[in-house]
């Protein structure tokens, strides 16, 4: 029974390949920067493996919980919409700074600075994966990085794709918006490795 239970929690804990790739331009202009102004656009991402838009996700697992007990959904919709805030955008901003910390690049990542260039994290895609005790999925994270002249955004110098950066943490976490939060986080370290490994040759 033991090993049934282990197996289990292996498959159902399985991490997703994050796929990460450069799809233009390069790290060069990275080398001599010291910060980066940092935006993150959340206006038009789909969910689930149909590729709900985000506001039909919401209504109907708004719908769902009310279902189990009158009052949830309100109460999760505001979990939820308070997240991108609160959890995903620091989560991004903390694990792309330590990285980059750790490898000894004296790069930071913020909002609301006015630096020559920004980078735009556009959320194209989420899954929120599920925790049901003893077997989970973990969320998986889709988005679209790119570095733009903060004078001229549409002058993109580096755009890089990452397609479905797993989220999940050890033990339980049933808190979809946590898991989505760890996907955001493994995003931005797959990010600064990638930066301190190709930007300073």
Do not use: C
């Not at 450069?22 to 940092?38: A, C, P, S, Y």
């Not at 189990?68 to 901003?93: D, M, S, V």
């Not at 959320?123 to 994966?129: K, N, R, S």
């Not at 077997?135 to 755009?159: C, D, G, I, R, Y």
């Amino acid at each position: 029974m033991k090993k049934l239970i282990l197996a289990l929690m292996l498959i159902s804990g399985a991490a997703f390949a994050q796929d990460m790739a450069v799809v233009k331009g390069n790290f060069d202009f990275l080398k001599d920067q010291k910060e980066i102004n940092t935006e993150f656009d959340y206006s038009n991402f789909t969910m689930m493996k149909e590729n709900k838009p985000e506001s039909q996700y919401v209504e109907e697992h708004k719908a769902d919980l009310d279902k189990k007990a009158k009052g949830n959904g309100n109460i999760w919709q505001k979990k939820w919409i308070a997240a991108k805030e609160q959890i995903w955008t620091p989560k991004f901003l903390e694990i792309a700074n330590i990285v980059l910390t750790k490898e000894k690049k004296d790069l930071n990542f913020q909002e609301g600075l006015n630096t020559p260039y920004t980078l735009i994290v556009q959320t194209v895609w989420i899954y929120p994966g599920w925790d049901a005790g003893i077997m989970k999925q973990p969320a998986k994270v889709t988005t679209n990085l790119k570095f733009v002249e903060t004078a001229n955004k549409s002058n993109v110098l580096l755009e890089i794709t990452s397609e479905e950066a797993p989220g999940d943490q050890w033990g339980s976490n049933f808190s979809n918006e946590s898991r989505i939060g760890e996907g955001f986080a493994k995003t931005a370290k797959s990010m600064s490795k990638l930066i301190a490994k190709k930007a300073y040759k």
